[in-house]
């Protein structure tokens, strides 16, 4: 579902906080938004689509994304799904030369200060 949200939180781009994904339903706040607040400490910024190779970049950085944990209301991701990670880890994978593609209308401003945003940019499905 994409349009924009309630809130009043702001993108990369300077404008309106849209919607990531509702299914499954993504964001720290599951809100299917990448709004960031004080408690979350990952600061879960950047919609990302997955790829297979991000998702075993992550798992072999110690973040295992695609396998289901119920007992959480995690269905586990695959590839095609969007979801918002941690700025820092996005910034990692992009690094290592595995960063995924991002939905910058749907990725927080907080972002900014963890990733290069011109790799941002040149990683954005929605410019």
């Known amino acids: 579902m994409d349009g924009f949200t309630s809130t009043d939180q702001v993108n990369v ?5 849209q919607t990531c994904c509702t299914s499954p339903m993504t964001g720290y706040y599951r809100t299917g938004c990448c ?3 004080g408690d979350d400490v990952g600061v879960h910024a950047v919609c990302a689509v997955m790829t297979d190779d991000f998702l075993q970049f992550s798992k072999s950085a110690g973040n295992d994304l695609s396998t289901p944990m119920p007992q959480y ?4 991701l ?4 969007q979801w918002c990670l941690c700025a820092p880890r996005w910034q990692e994978a992009f690094e290592a030369g595995h960063a995924p593609k991002v939905k910058l209308s749907s990725t927080h401003i907080a972002a900014a200060e963890f990733c290069d945003m011109d ?4 990683h954005a499905i929605d410019l």
């Open 13 to 17: 781009l300077g404008e309106p906080l």
């Open 35 to 37: 709004e960031v607040g």
């Open 73 to 76: 209301g995690f269905p586990g």
């Open 78 to 81: 695959v590839a095609g799904d």
């Open 119 to 122: 790799a941002l940019r040149a």
